[in-house]
């Protein structure tokens, strides 16, 4: 419901997934239950021939908030149900990794970790090659690893079992409801909030020298 919500321009929508080895089957499974396209090595290669300029080595501007299913005909990726999410696995933490930068389309990386303290070195490294001060978001239970996951996170935005596109902007959570989010001095911004008008007040600030006598 984040990632494929407007096919996928809301920027603090996911962009990467990172599961632990443990649940990644179920995961899986579950992603193509709810209508994600899971690639194989094979039709990645294919979509990422379509979609890639092999000058730039980023994805081509014609991809942003196409729907999934147009994609994936693109290249040649059927699936027996209507394809609402791609979502291609890969390992590469990499700069030169497309798949590692904002995608605003439909379309997810997955990496595969061995434990929840890979998971954590795993989004931090995400984060810096693109995306620093932006958003984080954690889906899980366990307190003490949502607790390690928020003082880690290099973002203003830490989210916890919450869709990204939906919360971040402030729809479906506490956070001030807006579509221009700060990153704070992480990302060479001044604020790490949700910007309103409030923002962009000038307030005057009057004060006097104190009584010379009452010091």
Same mark, same amino acid.
């Given at each position: 419901?984040?990632?494929?919500?407007?096919?996928?321009?809301?920027?603090?929508?996911?962009?990467?997934?990172?599961?632990?080895?443990?649940?990644?089957?179920?995961?899986?499974?579950?992603?193509?239950?709810?209508?994600?396209?899971?690639?194989?090595?094979?039709?990645?290669?294919?979509?990422?021939?379509?979609?890639?300029?092999?000058? /730039?080595?980023?994805?081509?501007?014609?991809?942003?908030?196409? $729907?999934?299913?147009?994609?994936? *005909? %693109? #290249? =040649? &990726?059927?699936?027996?149900?209507?394809?609402?999410?791609?979502?291609?696995?890969?390992?590469?933490?990499?700069?030169?990794?497309?798949?590692?930068?904002?995608?605003?389309?439909?379309?997810?990386?997955?990496?595969?970790?061995?434990?929840?303290?890979?998971?954590?070195?795993?989004?931090?490294?995400?984060?810096?090659?693109?995306?620093?001060?932006?958003?984080?978001?954690?889906?899980?239970?366990?307190?003490?690893?949502?607790? /390690?996951?928020?003082?880690?996170?290099?973002?203003?935005?830490? $989210?916890?079992?919450?869709?990204? *596109? %939906? #919360? =971040? &902007?402030?729809?479906?959570?506490?956070?001030?409801?807006?579509?221009?989010?700060?990153?704070?001095?992480?990302?060479?911004?001044?604020?790490?909030?949700?910007?309103?008008?409030?923002?962009?007040?000038?307030?005057?600030?009057?004060?006097?020298?104190?009584?010379?006598?009452?010091?």
């Amino acid at each position: 419901m984040s990632k494929s919500f407007d096919n996928g321009v809301i920027c603090c929508s996911e962009h990467n997934l990172v599961v632990v080895q443990s649940c990644a089957q179920a995961f899986r499974a579950a992603l193509e239950q709810h209508g994600a396209a899971v690639l194989s090595e094979q039709e990645t290669a294919a979509f990422l021939n379509v979609i890639v300029d092999p000058v /730039s080595n980023r994805f081509k501007p014609h991809v942003n908030g196409q $729907l999934a299913a147009d994609l994936a *005909a %693109q #290249a =040649g &990726i059927p699936r027996p149900y209507p394809i609402k999410l791609l979502v291609i696995p890969t390992g590469e933490v990499h700069q030169n990794n497309p798949l590692a930068l904002e995608k605003l389309a439909p379309i997810l990386s997955l990496f595969t970790v061995a434990d929840e303290r890979a998971g954590i070195q795993v989004c931090q490294e995400l984060l810096a090659i693109d995306g620093l001060g932006h958003t984080a978001i954690i889906y899980t239970d366990n307190a003490p690893l949502i607790e /390690s996951f928020t003082a880690r996170m290099p973002a203003s935005r830490i $989210l916890v079992n919450a869709p990204g *596109a %939906q #919360a =971040g &902007i402030g729809m479906t959570s506490g956070l001030i409801p807006s579509l221009t989010l700060g990153c704070g001095t992480f990302g060479g911004t001044s604020t790490t909030d949700n910007v309103t008008y409030s923002h962009l007040l000038n307030v005057p600030r009057s004060n006097t020298w104190p009584n010379r006598g009452s010091i």
